[in-house]
């Protein structure tokens, strides 16, 4: 199932292993992996992962993405055990995960304690197979929620210092950066320096204190200091839900794309004065504990590593929400303690 690689024309080969990869992101994601504007130049290996009551579903995908005139796709490999598809894995999109609401095992998982615990067992799998299979600088970006302690138990299991383990926040900087350009009436690209702090959970701090509108402040563009507490930062925090309650299903194109945003931005260096968002290891930045998976304002220098910036400046008001998510994730990690 691989197209000829001209090799004047694709220069490298990359492997890309997806979970989850029958569910709606995943549908809205995998034809962008290689679409050639993410990977440029690149032959996309695609390893796709679903759990084996839906795999059979991935042959009808791997027929579309054949059928869609696709010269960047590579080889399409579609598995059901994770542990066979993790070799040689460049990029892990954990996308699968067993969400809330849904009756497992005999027993229906209402609560995020519950959530944390079923997730956090496959996680550790997942996790283990990477540090041992997956390429040495291999980096993962865990989406499935609770994406940060998901990460954080698949970081520990894999055990594996060379790798780059995130979950996602890209999607609600990529809404703030929305709501923010809506207010002031300029187009999204003006907005730039979005950072997402914290837990991807309702206790996220979108940081409008240093968010830019046109290299200065947005605080220059928006007076209306009350507006960012009582209307943005909320409509951020709960964005996710107000999705749900519209459409009847969780956000998908748009996790889609901040999933590609995220790849996009770790795979080029980050332009000066900017930054992106996306939860790693804290090491103590911040006052944030280390260990803990945290939103942070991350950049990609030339060499390709990712690095936290270190010189943002956050007002008390900030500082307390930042903490108030931190504690959460602390409290997240005390539950799933015996998965560390
Ligand atoms: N971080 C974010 O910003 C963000 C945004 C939106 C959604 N999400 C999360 O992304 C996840 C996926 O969302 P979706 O809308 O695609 O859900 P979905 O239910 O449509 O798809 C999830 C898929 O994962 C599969 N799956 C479950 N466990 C798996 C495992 N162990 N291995 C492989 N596949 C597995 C399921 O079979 C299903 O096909 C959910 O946890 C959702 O909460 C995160």
């Known amino acids: 199932m691989s197209h000829i690689t001209n090799e004047e024309f694709m220069k490298k080969e990359i492997n890309v292993v997806v979970t989850g990869a029958a569910g709606q ?3 809205s994601l995998i034809p962008r992996l290689i679409d050639g504007n993410l990977f440029k130049d690149t032959i996309v290996n695609l390893s796709l992962v679903e759990i084996p009551q839906v795999v059979e579903k991935l042959e009808g995908l791997a027929m579309e993405l ?11 490999d579609i598995y059901d055990d994770f542990s066979a598809a993790s070799h040689n894995g460049n990029w892990f999109l954990l996308v699968g995960s067993i969400p809330r609401g849904i009756v497992y095992k005999g027993k229906k998982i209402e609560e995020r304690s519950d959530l944390l615990k079923i997730n956090g067992g496959i996680f550790v799998d997942q996790g283990k197979a990477i540090g041992s299979n997956g390429a040495n600088e291999a980096k993962v970006l865990v989406v499935g929620n609770p994406a940060n302690t998901n990460a954080l138990i698949g970081m520990n299991a894999a055990n594996n210092k060379d790798q780059t383990w995130m979950a996602m926040t890209m999607l609600d900087s990529n809404r703030a950066k929305s709501m923010l350009a809506k207010k ?3 187009n999204v690209s003006e907005i730039s320096k979005m950072v997402i702090w914290g837990n991807h959970s309702p206790t996220m701090y979108p940081d409008f204190e240093n ?12 007076s209306d200091l009350d507006w960012f507490s009582n209307s943005f930062i909320p409509s951020v925090q709960q ?35 900017d930054c992106f968002s996306a939860a790693i290891m804290s090491d103590g930045a911040y006052d944030v504990p280390e260990g ?13 590593k990712i690095e936290i910036i270190r010189d943002l400046s956050l007002s008390d008001g900030g500082k307390q929400r930042l903490s108030q998510s931190v504690q959460e994730l602390i409290d997240e990690k005390s539950a799933v303690q015996d998965l560390l």
């Not at 968010?211 to 928006?222: H, P, Q």
């Not at 009847?248 to 590609?260: F, L, M, N, P, Q």
């Not at 803990?292 to 390709?304: A, E, N, R, V």
């Open 25 to 27: 992101i995943g549908y």
């Open 239 to 273: 964005r996710g839900k107000a999705v749900i309650d519209a459409r009847g299903a969780s956000s998908a194109t748009s996790a889609a794309k901040a999933a590609i945003d995220t790849i996009h931005a770790c795979e080029n260096p980050t332009l000066s004065g």
């Open 184 to 186: 002031i009436n300029c």
């Open 292 to 304: 803990l998976i945290c939103g942070f304002p991350l950049m990609t220098l030339s060499s390709g």
């Open 211 to 222: 968010a830019l509108y046109k290299n200065s402040s947005v605080k220059e563009a928006i």
């Open 66 to 76: 054949d059928d869609s005139y696709f010269p960047h796709l590579g080889s399409i």
